[in-house]
């Protein structure tokens, strides 16, 4: 993504708050998808055809201006992300927390 960027200058409109309204415009194209579907059919239709395709896309896109804005920030997605999963495993034990959404209030 670094290079593609730099290879077409783009990268003076690559500034962290231009990233991420790319992201949130395309996780909104993302959600546009899926906004009607049925909750219980939405992966079923999303497994082929035309939305497989489109969803692709979008996730895609979603991909490209994440890695770009971890990029930008100088932020390791791998190692961020396991650091993540162990802070919410500690937070979420599994015998508490096993086919039970967390209560938010």
């Given at each position: 993504?670094?290079?593609f960027t ?11 708050k231009?990233?991420?309204?790319a ?44 890695v ?21 495993s500690?937070?979420?034990p ?10 938010k209030?």
């Amino acid at each position: 993504m670094r290079a593609f960027t730099e290879e077409r200058d783009w990268g003076q409109f690559h500034d962290p708050k231009s990233l991420i309204l790319a992201l949130v415009g395309e996780v909104g194209e993302l959600a546009e998808l899926f906004q009607w579907l049925p909750a219980d059919a939405a992966a079923d239709r999303a497994r082929e055809g035309h939305l497989h395709e489109r969803a692709g896309e979008e996730l895609a896109d979603v991909l490209i201006y994440l890695v770009r804005l971890a990029d930008i920030l100088d932020i390791d997605l791998g190692t961020a992300s396991l650091r993540k999963l162990r802070s919410s495993s500690s937070r979420f034990p599994t015998a508490q927390f096993h086919g039970q959404a967390p209560d938010k209030t």
